[in-house]
């Protein structure tokens, strides 16, 4: 089981940055992929990217390439959402969310955080 809670989400002006941090409770985090996904109002969620267990491996959607950062540290147990360059169709609801490697669905997921993104 893993226990997930997403922080860092606010209110910015375009162009802007922001670091979401997912800090996860429960064992052996270090062998959990992990990925962030957003929803916007009136929206389905969306997949934003992941990043392995080690982290030496991620992929991001393309709205999202060249602006966006997932990393982690199992030692922290926080995996990381680096977000610059912000634009207003940036705001939703983001979410974290793991799953083992052997598994084919996103089996936990935290509670959400907020940005909301100003032109």
């Known amino acids: 089981q893993l226990q997930l809670v997403e922080s860092g989400g606010g209110s910015v002006q375009t162009g802007d940055s922001l670091r979401l941090s997912c800090v996860a409770s429960g064992p052996k985090f270090s062998t959990y992929v992990m990925a962030w996904f957003r929803q916007a109002p009136e929206k389905e969620r969306a997949y934003i990217g992941r990043i392995n267990w080690s982290g030496s491996s991620t992929d991001y959607t393309d709205p999202v390439k060249g602006r966006f950062t997932i990393s982690r540290d199992n030692a922290m147990n926080t995996v990381y959402l680096q977000m610059n360059s912000l634009k207003p169709e940036d705001t939703a609801t983001y979410f974290c969310?793991?799953?083992?490697?052997?598994?084919?669905?996103?089996?936990?997921w935290g509670q959400g955080t907020q940005v909301t993104v100003s032109s």
């Open positions: 969310a793991g799953r083992t490697i052997h598994s084919p669905t996103w089996d936990y």
